[in-house]
């Protein structure tokens, strides 16, 4: 209980935990909005996904791969793999969703993020609270990064097709990959993983159908878990 | 550039929001009928960020110019981002690293 957070409203204290985080999902959006224009989507597909799909990573490899004309199989296939992880934030969250109404739990599960699941865990370990005061804890925090994420994106969009090629913003995009990819290698078995995955990637950058990124993915699965089995 | 139509760019993204959106319902609507995910199950989401992330990144620097290339401007630049992503595990510090770097190699090439 000595969080700040903890004296406020729920709603407001989820929130205010998931601010901080914001000021790293700001860029991100903008981002993610240039590169859908650069990769030739008109303005209102280039943000469109922003709020139909909203999860920044996959969207990111969507419009890469619909800028090279990637298989379409291929493309949903990939926007899925990388959202799996999801599964296990549902998993988490469901005690707590248990009860609640069943339009809570649709737009609750639309709304679910790595950031607002990670600060949303946080919280329900440490103070005991009502499932409905966690549901309004968890929508401050969800809220907050969705709210940022349409905005950003936006942004990024009306800019996108002000931006002069020279400045190659278009690199930007595995920037943001590989700001996300260091977080996620945490032991033995996440470092096997993306190495593999890693050195697997360049071997099959020529695989037809844009293949080469769900197979690398693949070994990489295949030698973490192997290795995480000892 | 893209040469696919607008109507299979809705298509790609409308399946990719049903798709994403089925994921993080799953377990919530499933409580009751299924206890808990298979513990290799729950290996494998794990090791999805590292695994995918990483296969996304490299060959967007050793691949820069379209051949396996690590001479390029983006390699360079991608490597200096990616110590200091290691390092910093911050996403401005990370992006605003590679860009001036990339910059800084452009503007003396």
Do not use: C
């Amino acid at each position: 209980m000595n969080q700040p957070s903890a004296r406020r409203a729920p709603f407001q204290a989820g929130f205010f935990d998931i601010a901080p985080i914001l000021v790293g999902v700001f860029p991100f959006g903008i981002i993610a909005g240039i590169a859908a224009v650069e990769a030739g989507l008109d303005s209102i597909q280039a943000y469109a996904a922003s709020p139909i799909v909203f999860a920044g990573a996959s969207q990111l490899a969507m419009i890469d791969l619909i800028g090279r004309d990637a298989a379409p199989i291929v493309i949903v296939a990939t926007v899925l793999v990388i959202n799996a992880r999801m599964a296990m934030y549902s998993a988490a969250l469901a005690p707590t969703f248990r009860d609640l109404s069943p339009l809570r739990k649709a737009y609750g599960s639309y709304i679910i993020t790595d950031q607002s699941f990670a600060v949303s865990i946080v919280r329900f370990d440490q103070i005991d609270e009502t499932p409905s005061e966690r549901f309004s804890y968890y929508m401050g925090a969800s809220l907050g990064l969705w709210v940022t994420w349409q905005i950003a994106s936006l942004a990024g969009v009306i800019i996108g097709s002000g931006v002069p090629e020279k400045w190659s913003l278009d690199f930007a995009v595995p920037l943001v990959f590989m700001a996300l990819v260091f977080p996620a290698i945490n032991d033995r078995a996440s470092t096997i993983a993306a190495v593999t995955a890693a050195t697997s990637a360049v071997a099959f950058v020529s695989l037809p159908l844009n293949l080469g990124l769900l197979v690398a993915s693949g070994l990489g699965l295949v030698a973490g878990v192997i290795w995480s089995r000892e | 550039m893209t040469t696919y139509s607008p109507t299979l760019i809705w298509i790609l993204i409308g399946l990719a929001g049903l798709g994403t959106w089925l994921i993080r319902l799953s377990f919530i609507a499933l409580l009751g009928r299924v206890a808990t995910i298979p513990d290799l199950a729950m290996r494998i989401l794990r090791l999805i960020p590292p695994a995918v992330l990483a296969a996304i990144v490299t060959p967007s620097i050793t691949h820069a110019s379209g051949t396996f290339d690590l001479g390029t401007d983006r390699f360079v630049a991608g490597i200096i981002a990616g110590v200091v992503a290691w390092r910093t595990k911050n996403v401005l510090a990370t992006i605003g690293a590679g860009m001036s770097v990339l910059w800084l190699l452009q503007a003396m090439s």
